[in-house]
């Protein structure tokens, strides 16, 4: 068997060896490869009785083979420490229980490696690439990683190097692992939600939700988590939001457990990841059906839940909210029952109410999203059919603090035929927002994704560099957002930070498959260009830019979010990239320069 090709300087090989008809086994370290005469050269390391194993050459395909014939990184062969200390790479090393106080590791591939019970105190490892290396039990005493940040004395995988590129967010593999959400704190903590099948009752073939927590630079806290705790039939598209402090809130639908179709459930954590609470029910109408929640929270976690209820308004599909404080009490909004029509309380809950949003309720109402500002106002956006007088339209309505409407209901978007669908919307500390969304043949080819940006009163802003159509709407200022207008631009996802600069990224059609693009602007949104930007993954006229790194099959339905200073994280599903025919969500941070951490 011929595996000189799988070597590496410093190699560890278990071989075997038939002497005097019996049979040896022996560990030995590669010292010099000659390719062009199929020879490896070696030190022992295990005597027992290998021929020319203290130093001699063996030759392969002689008398000298690889155990069982067969090359496994792993197992036959282990990169060893000796290749890391010559200066070579050393991906996948079982590098366990050594001793490697002050080592210099810089810039070297240790993707996978195994560093557990080692000691590595003081050991520079900037710029390595540690892509799941394991860190269990080692002594990291002043270890340096690749962003600067100086780790404690770990154990158990306390302290371990931040997540380097686009990473692998799901840890259960079998079937599908879609639809993900994505929440920060001001800190940089963060958390991914998102749908999986068949994970909460194996055998069952359902979704559940799950969750995994990471700390500001992109490390791990703790494992994936099952969030609902009813567990029959349904529980799937998710929404989290949380507050300055890292205490989050997730949302979804479950079926069947309100007794009816789909209802609306919720659970409140801490900080540190512990349920706060048990999982509640949302909605207090359970006739019907009702779907498709979002939420938001505000600085301080009092918070707003947001979702579509079948028939409640009269009509077909409305826009129904509840508003809670940061104790998870449902609280009644001001006017309910008044100037806020659609309340409706329920003699279990007190006073407490649920109350419709939408004005207009002849048709669908669809689709909403929902975002609050850092005192508690908040703004919630939806598709309405026919409203505009074609197809679906975006709509919006603000409302106070208190829960009262601020005004009335506005159409958001200028351009009115065909579709306008899928909104988004985020709204930063100031009460400053953007909202998103597609639209069907506004440029000629089929869907696209624009834009429209708004102050704190609700007034439409138009950027300066705005002449008029096509590149804008010169009265309202609606832009468009993708640059690549061939083929289908969907499901837009927009987050802000506190000084107005905000992000769009979305899922763009390119040949075959969808791909995740992303376009950063100012707080005048103007464009803003990475340094560096060049074709194909970014375009350094406008500075749109492919987010993900693995391109085949099919990476779609993009969440975005922004910390404060404009540090921002995308996240997203990807087919067939991890498992063959399977989804898998993955995620890729940034920094606030829009580089890649």
């Known amino acids: ?140 005493s002043g270890t340096t990683w690749s962003d600067g940040v100086v780790c404690q004395n770990g154990s158990v995988g306390v302290c371990l190097p931040s997540i380097i590129g686009e990473f692998h967010v799901n840890t259960y593999i079998t079937h599908n692992q879609k639809e993900s959400s994505i929440a920060m704190d001001n800190n940089g903590n963060f958390v991914i939600i998102w749908e999986s099948y068949a994970q909460d009752s194996p055998g069952i073939n359902d979704y559940g939700i799950y969750a995994q927590r990471y700390n500001s630079i992109g490390i791990p806290q703790g494992s994936e988590f099952k969030v609902n705790t009813y567990t029959r039939n349904y529980q799937s598209h998710p929404a989290v939001a949380m507050d300055n402090t890292g205490n989050f809130v997730v949302t979804w639908e479950s079926y069947t457990q309100d007794g009816h179709g789909f209802g609306i459930y919720a659970q409140r954590y801490k900080s540190n990841g ?30 707003i839940i947001v979702w579509q209820s079948y028939a409640q308004d009269g009509a077909a599909y409305g826009i129904y909210g509840k508003k809670y404080n940061s104790s998870g009490t449902a609280v009644t909004p001001t006017g309910c029952g008044t100037t806020i029509p659609g309340c409706n309380t329920d003699p279990t809950e007190g006073t407490f109410a649920e109350f419709l949003v939408n004005t207009y309720t002849t048709d669908f109402q669809v689709n909403p999203a929902v975002s609050m500002d850092g005192s508690g106002n908040f703004i919630v956006t939806w598709e309405s059919y026919s409203q505009d007088g074609d197809g679906y339209g975006i709509y919006a309505q603000k409302y106070n603090t208190n ?184 995620g890729k941070r940034y920094n606030s320069l829009g580089e890649e951490l």
């Open 1 to 140: 068997t011929n595996f000189l090709s799988d070597l590496q300087i410093g190699d560890e090989i278990k071989i075997s060896q038939t002497v005097a008809s019996v049979y040896h086994e022996d560990i030995v370290r590669v010292v010099s490869i000659a390719s062009h005469t199929s020879m490896i050269t070696t030190t022992v390391i295990n005597a027992n009785n290998l021929q020319g194993a203290g130093g001699a050459s063996l030759k392969t395909g002689a008398s000298y083979f690889l155990l069982e014939k067969k090359y496994y990184i792993n197992t036959e062969i282990n990169h060893g420490l000796s290749a890391l200390n010559s200066g070579l790479n050393c991906p996948s090393c079982d590098l366990s229980n050594e001793n490697l106080i002050s080592k210099d590791y810089s810039g070297k591939n240790l993707s996978y490696a195994n560093f557990s019970n080692s000691n590595l105190s003081n050991a520079n490892l900037n710029g390595a690439d540690l892509t799941g290396a394991n860190f269990t039990g080692a002594n990291l």
């Open 274 to 303: 512990a349920t706060n609470g048990a999982e509640f029910l949302v909605n207090t109408e359970v006739l019907d059906y009702q779907s498709h929640p979002a939420v938001a929270m505000d600085n301080t976690g009092n918070f």
């Open 403 to 586: 829960g009262s409407p601020s005004g009335s209901e506005f159409l958001v978007n200028t351009y009115t035929t065909n579709f306008q669908a899928s909104p988004t919307v985020d709204m930063n500390v100031n009460g400053d927002f953007v909202i998103s969304w597609q639209s069907k043949d506004q440029d000629g080819s089929d869907y696209e994704v624009y834009a429209q940006r708004y102050n704190s009163n609700g007034v439409g802003q138009i950027p300066s560099w705005c002449s008029g159509a096509p590149t804008c709407n010169a009265t309202t200022g609606e832009f468009p957002v993708n640059t690549f207008t061939g083929l289908a631009q969907k499901n837009p996802s927009v987050s802000m930070d506190n000084t107005g600069n905000f992000i769009i990224a979305w899922q763009s059609y390119q040949e075959s498959a969808y791909t995740i693009f992303a376009q950063r602007y100012n707080s005048s949104g103007d464009l803003i260009i990475p340094s560096p930007c060049a074709f194909p993954t970014c375009d350094p006229l406008t500075g749109e830019f492919i987010v993900n790194t693995t391109t085949t099959d099919s990476q779609a339905s993009p969440s975005i979010i922004m910390d404060s200073t404009g540090n921002f994280i995308v996240t997203w599903q990807s087919y067939d990239q991890y498992y063959e025919d399977r989804y898998g969500v993955y």
